[in-house]
């Protein structure tokens, strides 16, 4: 039976998934005080975070249109899922479904199902690869969307950042807390809820202490990880992203691991240094 899986650009498609059909990427916009950056195969994430830097403001964002995830659902593929950004923080996931709607109404019936990840960058990636191999077993349109959001329910992201600034700039944290962290070298530890939001699990002073202790709750709350793909999305630091892997593998084994630079979106909240992990 043939499917395909469209994914927003905030998850990061291994090379291999770029050139298969079964993939598509659709990308978000991001606004850089006017100036608008696809994240698309053109991305150019040096020149991207040279811009946030030097711009006072949050770099804004816009989630693909309905009519652009119509566009990715008509296709010969029997079988389209999507996977987009938790709902609570885009609304790619709500885009997502109204182009399901359209699609239905201008096209008629068909198999369209869309995941709110609840997660964000290499999370949605791991859902679109356990999607593949549902698939690739011959598992029906139903049991294909039981499994993987089973696989949704026991996922788990975590993420360090080196700067703090993208999250002042948006709002998300005050000035003087910023000011503050900064000025301390405070880091915190982040992850995800159940429901798809961020929450702060620690902080400690120094990226290192930060990734470790990162590192920790990963060990500590993972269940089953022989059954895991490991994965990890870093912004611009391939050393830091390889020294949390071999952290992490010191303690748990997993099933494989798999290791991406980050895409626009991510780039964007990540910032330059900053890395994620979900597992």
Excluded at 42 to 50: R, Y
Excluded at 51 to 69: D, G, H, I, L, T
Excluded at 259 to 271: C, E, H, K, Q
């Amino acid at each position: 039976m043939s499917y395909k899986i469209v994914v927003d650009s905030c998850g990061e498609l291994p090379e291999r998934c770029k050139n298969d059909p079964h993939f598509e990427s659709v990308p978000l916009v991001l606004d850089i005080d006017g100036h608008s950056v696809i994240d698309d195969e053109t991305f150019d994430q040096a020149d991207f975070l040279k811009r946030v830097a030097a711009s006072p403001n949050c770099p804004k964002s816009s989630c693909p249109s309905p009519e652009r995830y119509l566009e990715a659902y008509t296709c010969e593929a029997e079988n389209v899922y999507a996977v987009t950004l938790s709902a609570e923080l885009s609304g790619s996931y709500n885009s997502a479904e109204l182009g399901k709607k359209l699609y239905k109404e201008e096209k008629g019936e068909k198999n369209i199902y869309v995941f709110n990840s609840r997660s964000a960058s290499i999370g949605e990636t791991l859902i679109a690869l356990k999607i593949e191999e549902c698939e690739k077993e011959g598992l029906g349109f139903q049991q294909v969307i039981e499994k993987v959001e089973a696989y949704i329910e026991s996922q788990h992201t975590y993420f360090v950042l080196e700067s703090l600034e993208a999250l002042r700039k948006n709002g998300r944290l005050s000035n003087l807390k910023a000011f503050v962290a900064n000025a301390l070298n405070i880091k915190p530890v982040m992850g995800s809820t159940p429901e798809g939001t961020i929450c702060q699990l620690d902080q400690a002073r120094g990226i290192n202490r930060a990734l470790k202790k990162m590192v920790d709750y990963i060990a500590d709350g993972v269940k089953n990880p022989e059954e895991k793909v490991l994965a990890i999305s870093h912004c611009n630091c391939p050393a830091r992203a390889e020294m949390v892997k071999e952290e992490i593998l010191k303690r748990i084994h997993v099933k494989d691991v798999l290791v991406l630079d980050t895409a626009g979106v991510s780039s964007l909240y990540a910032s330059d240094g900053g890395v994620i992990v979900v597992v």
